[in-house]
């Protein structure tokens, strides 16, 4: 899954309004930022088989330390205990924003597992879970889009704009996001050689989370 891991960011941040939302769009996305490098560093595998599903030739036969739940559980706890002890600016709701973050991480297993073809393992080998949503481009996308939609209208419902512009920037952001999935599911070739790819989900995920934070700080 792509930009719908953002709905729980969006979502996250309408429950606990001390946490950041750049941080979040981080959190949710944080262990697809591991496996891409940890692919090219020979650490976890991904085999490119055309047309694996509809959406991706991505055949992933080896990636418990990122997409285990297990290891998913591991990354959540780090999080929370670097969030808690070493990022949190606000020390009072640094429990809480911890979990948060925690959660978001997380997060990220459930919402990959809608998509994914039978791949994410609990620790590693079998069994492992998936309900192959990828198998259609147009489920995908459109589930993709409910999801991040109402998690912008939860967000926008339990966060206030400081200006009139900053009331449309959120909507406008997502509506960008979905116009990239767009893009990227129906426009653009797939994507077959690790290294440019890599480089490119990396440069997107930053770049969401940028703009989001730069969102958010315009929102109450
Ligand atoms: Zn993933």
């Known amino acids: 899954m792509f930009i719908g891991h953002y709905a729980v960011a969006f979502a996250l ?3 606990e309004k001390n946490a950041s939302l750049g941080m979040l769009f981080i959190a949710t996305q944080f262990v697809d930022i591991l496996f891409f490098p940890f692919v090219v560093a020979g650490l976890e595998h991904l085999k490119f088989v055309k047309g694996f599903t509809a959406v991706n030739d991505f055949n992933m036969d080896f990636y418990p330390f990122t997409h285990g739940l297990l290891g998913s559980f591991v990354w959540a706890l780090l999080f929370y205990v670097v969030y808690r002890f ?3 600016k606000n ?3 640094s429990k809480r924003i911890a979990l948060v973050m925690a959660l978001a991480v997380l997060s990220h297993w459930f919402t990959d597992l809608i998509v994914h073809t039978p791949d994410l393992p609990l620790i590693n080998g079998q069994p492992k879970f998936g309900f192959g949503l990828w198998h259609s481009k147009i489920l995908t996308y459109l589930t993709e889009a409910a999801l991040l939609i109402l998690g912008l209208v939860y967000y926008l419902k339990k966060t206030k704009a400081v200006s009139k512009t900053s009331r ?3 909507t406008v952001f997502v509506t960008f996001l979905l116009l990239i999935n767009y893009l990227n599911l129906f426009v653009l070739p797939t994507n077959d050689a690790i290294k440019s790819l890599t480089v490119s989900a990396l440069v ?3 770049l969401f989370a940028g703009i989001a934070h730069f969102i958010d700080k315009k929102r109450t």
């Open 86 to 88: 070493v990022l949190a």
């Open 13 to 15: 941040k309408g429950k």
């Open 204 to 206: 997107f995920y930053f």
């Open 91 to 93: 020390k009072a709701a």
């Open 168 to 170: 449309y920037t959120a």
